[in-house]
């Protein structure tokens, strides 16, 4: 069954929610927990190892009410069954959207095309657990016969920042095994890994779901060159593997047959890390810590796919970021992870959210007339704290944050830990409360400043306080809770995607900048330039003719 294809903006809800928002409006969060001592109670969710607390947005139980009502008006329940049984949701690309089938559990069945993958799933799952497995204790070795100490994945995208991100998040749990990223089609990327690399005990990982992405495709292309100054050609077939839907273009690239991790085109490529693309990850800590991954990310499907609305985590978080987008009038989101482990997090979700709800057409073919995706940034705090924070406590923007701490630190460093964690609760109640008159005045007094200068100071000092922001305290950081994490962002996602009435798994607006990128290639090689807007013509000139 299609998803269902209506403008949000004419449901009922839709209309409750822009009256009801008038009200809202002026109602400040502080107010509402001083009149409900239960808010927090209310308005949070245990599951498993997640404290989910949301009271401090400015929300009722009638905003709530209306937000699940337009998620019902746009008939969110089917659509997650759609997308959960393998149905071709990604219309534009006319395919299903199955990541979740990856982590599904081996007795599972998705049928695609009346066929049921969860076998060659299995299938290559257990063919990354023993490569990596023979990576890992040294019983595959390099072409002199040394065992191997390093891996590069040479992908881009989603065959990049989701190993990326997750190979940082877990490098508590690491082996010996250093890993490293190539990614940009900028040479110096490339040359600055390569030159601490031996190529006699490196790996190389091409992942690449098309296998026909100018930037992976160089810079495997450089790689090889470089690896073949010192071995050779028959040689290749023990340092590079790949990973890609497309056999017969790796195969053509040189690698052995054997050495291809298969994944499908129902795996979008910002959601394949629980794919073969997580080959880097597998290498990094462990097939079981990989499985352990999938196996979080599982347990938050069931939780998305079976809880009911007010009690769904993900489903919470997409309608709030709904209230906030489209009522009033917010347009972007932090994510601030108290864990440096998490640095990657806000980069790797900017490719999640933003290339799947970066859309202006609808399901109707036609251009919306409401807002759609949100623009994503963060930065672990407490180095956010220093750095932008002050525009979410005094500036003129709405920015609702979401706060994502762990209870327990992984080194148990106690002392810092306290420290982190005070700074991340401080800031939510900052943030909520904000500073009052009195409050500054009470300081003033205190500090025996009086007169023209507190006068002075006093507006400058004060904080509005209600910004919203949405707490997640998670027990610890293991790979488990990494992947429910994870899962409970994509569904987030998906949810925002089926009320915006948008197509959330294509991205076509990334491709015209590729293809005048070939077009301007050609231009550099053969020195000829082909007309162009005069700032573009001028800007070539110049390059040409100094570089
Ligand atoms: O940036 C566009 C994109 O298609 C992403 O969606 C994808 O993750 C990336 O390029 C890399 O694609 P591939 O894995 O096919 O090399």
Sequence with gaps: MALINSNPTTTAAWKKLQQHYLQMESISIKEMFANDTSRSEKYSIKWQEFLVDYSKNCINEETLKLLQDLAREMQLKQAITSY????????????????????????????????NVIPEIYEVKNKMKNFTNEVISGVRKGYTGK????????????????????????????????????????????????????????????????FTTQETLSNAETIRAWFLKSASQDDVAKHFVAVSTNIQKVTEFGINPANIFPMWDWVGGRFSL?????????????????????????????????????????????????????FFGAESEALIPYTQYLQKFAPYLQQGIMESNGKSIGRNGKP????????????????????????????????????????????????????LMSNFFAQTEALLNGKTEAQVKAEFEKQNLTGEKADFLLPFKVFAGNKPTNT???????????????????????????????????????ELGKQLANSILDELKTNKIHPHDSSTTKLLQHYLSTK
């Design 84 to 115: 959960f049984d393998g149905e071709n949701i990604n219309q534009t690309e006319n395919r299903a959207v199955l990541h979740t089938a990856l982590r599904a559990p081996e007795n599972a069945k998705v049928l695609v095309d009346g066929k």
């Design 274 to 326: 629980w794919s073969a693309v997580g080959l880097s990850i597998c290498l990094a800590v462990g097939f079981d810590n990989f499985d352990d991954l999938l196996k979080g990310a599982n347990q938050m499907d069931e939780h998305f796919k079976n809880e009911s609305f007010d009690k769904n985590i993900p489903i919470t978080l997409a309608l709030l970021t709904i209230w906030y987008n489209n």
């Design 147 to 210: 065992p191997f100490t390093d891996v590069v994945n040479i992908g881009i995208g989603g065959s990049d920042l989701g190993p990326a991100m997750v190979v940082e998040a877990l490098q508590f749990y690491k082996n010996h095994l250093n890993i490293h990223f190539v990614s940009n089609v900028d040479g110096d990327h490339v040359n600055e890994v390569i030159k601490k690399l031996n190529p006699e005990t490196t790996l190389f990982v091409v992942a690449s779901k098309t």
């Design 368 to 419: 919306v007339n409401y807002e759609t995706g949100t623009i994503i940034w963060g930065e672990p705090g407490t180095n956010s704290q220093h750095a932008f924070f002050q525009l979410i406590h005094q500036g003129t923007k709405l920015i609702p944050t979401d706060f994502i701490g762990f209870v327990q630190s992984l080194y148990g460093n106690q002392d810092h830990h306290d420290k």
């Design 472 to 510: 997640l305290l998670i027990d610890k950081l293991t790979p488990k809770t990494l992947g429910s994490l994870i899962a409970l962002y994509e569904h987030k996602i998906f949810v925002q995607g089926v009320i915006w009435n948008i197509y959330s798994y294509d991205q076509w607006g990334v």
